[in-house]
Structures are given as C-alpha cells and as structure tokens.
C-alpha cells in the first residue's frame, strides 16, 4: 500500500494508482486528495482552476465552494453540516437548498426546504441564485438585463 503523507491538512496519495479509490464525484482514480471537511476522496485538482474564469471543471475546489459540507468545514462550525442552524441561516434558502444538494456534494441534504422562487424585480423573471447573474439592491433583486438598465440609467 502506498504510504500517505499529511500536507496543509490535507492527506494527499501519490500520482499513480489510488490503490482502488476513487474520486466521489468525477471516479478518476488518479492524483486523489482527503477532503478536510469530511474526509471524502476526490481529485487534487484545484491547481488547474483558472483564476476568474468561474469554471467548474476543479473537483476539489467546486466541493469547497459550492457545498454547505466545504463552508461548514471553512467556518469552523461545530457537529454535522445537515444540522448546523447557522449555515441554514447564512444563506437565502434558494442557495442553501442548492449548496445542499447539488452534484459537488458527497452527500446531499435530505428533505431540502421548499421556497419560492427568485424573481427579477424589474421584469418578474425567475432568477436561479445559483446559476444566473443578478444584481441586489436592499432586498430587490435585478435579473442582469433590467441590472444593464439600471446602470445605463444611471451613467445618463
């Protein structure tokens, strides 16, 4: 068996074969890292994230930003993600249900809250929060075209 080493908090396994293990989101088998918040096997690839670029092509990195398991962990809270008060309190409910239970997740929330949808107070279109652009003021949010008007009304 290959012989592990502690890094940064991180176990990380040797380049070649992953003595069986697999990556819990994408099954690589290769360059496979521990993950800090719940000691999952996913793939050492944050390295290969773009700064900026908003891809979601890191393993690694889309579990610690797009999970309520990786903000838990980085916040420092106490007991299990699933019954922690504060992150359910720290996001709109919209973005807890999809940090949740989206596909980064090992495992995902069970019986997600129900909410009503998000929508443009300008236009009245839904907004996904996880996935479209968008604009808040005070608790108005903006889908981006009526937030394009918005700022080209104000430059006049």
Avoid at 9 to 16: A, F, L, T, Y
Avoid at 50 to 60: D, M, Q
Avoid at 105 to 121: G, H, V
Wanted: glycine share 12%; net charge positive; aromatic share 10%.
């Amino acid at each position: 068996m290959a012989k592990r080493k502690k890094t940064g908090g991180r176990q990380h396994k040797g380049r070649g074969d992953s003595a069986g293990r697999r990556c819990g989101l994408c099954g690589k088998t290769r360059k496979l890292v521990q993950t800090e918040c719940c000691g999952q096997w996913i793939c050492d690839d944050e390295g290969e994230y773009v700064l900026f670029s908003y891809v979601h092509n890191s393993c690694s990195r889309n579990h610690r930003r797009y999970t309520l398991c990786g903000y838990h962990d980085a916040e420092g809270h106490s007991g299990a993600w699933q019954d922690c008060s504060i992150c359910r309190s720290a996001f709109e409910k919209e973005l807890y249900v999809y940090y949740g239970t989206n596909e980064y997740n090992f495992t995902k929330l069970e019986n997600p809250p129900s909410y009503e949808p998000t929508k443009c107070s300008g236009c009245g279109a839904v907004i996904s929060l996880a996935e479209d652009g968008y604009s808040i003021q005070g608790s108005h949010y903006w889908c981006e075209r009526c937030s394009s008007e918005k700022l080209r009304g104000l430059r006049k």
